[in-house]
């Protein structure tokens, strides 16, 4: 178990160009207007995808203490899971 932890939760994330890295953070939280704007309507379901893209991409792309680092993993992985089911019970209810 602890070198499961060791190996996959605290992982050493990639590390990317400055620019690529701060440009997409900026376009995940950018994608948050869109949910905003049909929250206000009464549609909460836009919230779903930018929760996950943002978890995964605080959890695997920022170097964090280890501490952080495993609850933001372990967020993200519950979180895409969350998202996975939820995208597929609204496919089931369109067919």
Not at 69 to 75: A, C, D, K, N
């Amino acid at each position: 178990m602890h070198s499961f932890i060791m190996r996959h939760l605290l992982a050493e994330p990639i590390i990317r160009n400055v620019r690529f890295r701060n440009g997409l953070f900026v376009f995940i939280l950018v994608s948050f207007l869109w949910p905003v704007w049909e929250s206000l309507q009464g549609k909460y379901e836009g919230f779903v995808v930018p929760i996950m893209l943002l978890l995964n991409y605080m959890a695997f792309q920022f170097h964090w203490s280890k501490a952080v680092t495993i609850v933001l993993r372990i967020t993200a992985l519950v979180w895409l899971a969350f998202a996975c089911f939820f995208t597929v019970l609204t496919f089931s209810k369109l067919f």
